[in-house]
C-alpha cells in the first residue's frame, strides 16, 4: 500500500476514534470514557485504539485538541472573509464562539473532563496566549479585544451548559457592538460622520 494511503487510513482510523469517543462522553458521560467502550463504539480492536491513544488522558487530549481546531478552523475562516486588519482575531474568535458548534452536550462532556484534569488545558491556554498575541499585532485596543474574548467565552460556556440565549435579533445587535468594540475610534468616527453609528 503507498505511504499516503497509509497515512490517510491512520488519520481516517484516529478521525472515527475520536468520533466515537465524543459519543460515548456525550450519550454517558465522561466517567463512561473507557478505552473499551470507545473502540467498541469505533468499531476498532482495543490495540487498534491504543495505538493511536495510548491512554485515557491521551484520548482526552485528542478530543480537546479537536475541539481546538474545529474553533480555530471557524476562526480562521471568519479572519480570512473579514477585510478590516485591525481586531480581525478577535472578531473571528467571537464568530467561532457565537455559532451553533457549542450547542452540543459532547462539549459539555469534554469541559468536564478538563475540571477533574486541568493539565489537558496546556493547547487551550496556547491557543488563547496565541489570541491575544495576535490582537497585539493587529494594534487593536487591548481592553476591547479582551471584553469581546471574554463575551465570546461566555457564549460559547452557555451554548455548552445549554443556558438559554438572546433571540436572534438581540443576538445580532449584541454581535455587531461586540466588534464594533475591536474597529477602534476611526471607524466609530467614520460612522459617526455618515451617520450610520
Known amino acids: 500500500m503507498p505511504k499516503d494511503a497509509v497515512a490517510k487510513q491512520a488519520a481516517s482510523a484516529r478521525e472515527r476514534i475520536l468520533e466515537a469517543a465524543c459519543v460515548v462522553a456525550e450519550r454517558s458521560g465522561v ?39 474545529t474553533c480555530g478552523d471557524l476562526a480562521a475562516a471568519a479572519a480570512q472573509a473579514d477585510p478590516e486588519p485591525v481586531g480581525r482575531s478577535a472578531r473571528a474568535y467571537l464568530a467561532a464562539c457565537a455559532g451553533d458548534l457549542w450547542r452540543s452536550s459532547r462539549w459539555m462532556a469534554l469541559v468536564g473532563a ?6 489537558l488545558l496546556a493547547a487551550w491556554r496556547a491557543d488563547m496566549l496565541a489570541g491575544r498575541a495576535a490582537d497585539e499585532e493587529e494594534g487593536v485596543d487591548p481592553t476591547a479585544a479582551e471584553i469581546v474574548r471574554l463575551a465570546a467565552d461566555g457564549m460559547w460556556v452557555r451554548g455548552v451548559l445549554g443556558l438559554p440565549g438572546p433571540d436572534e435579533e438581540l443576538k445580532a ?25
Not at 491512554?55 to 478530543?63: D, I, P, R, V
Not at 449584541?174 to 451617520?195: F, K, S, Y
Request: proline share 3%; net charge negative.
Open 31 to 69: 466517567a463512561a470514557l473507557t478505552l473499551g467502550a470507545v473502540a467498541a463504539e469505533a468499531e476498532v480492536s482495543k490495540g487498534g485504539l491504543l495505538y493511536h491513544f495510548p491512554s485515557k488522558e491521551a484520548l482526552l487530549s485528542g478530543m480537546l485538541d479537536r475541539l481546538c481546531g
Open 114 to 119: 478538563l475540571v477533574f484534569n486541568p493539565e
Open 173 to 197: 445587535k449584541v454581535l455587531a457592538r461586540l466588534n464594533q468594540l475591536t474597529l477602534g475610534d476611526q471607524r466609530r468616527g467614520q460612522e459617526e460622520i455618515h451617520g450610520t453609528g
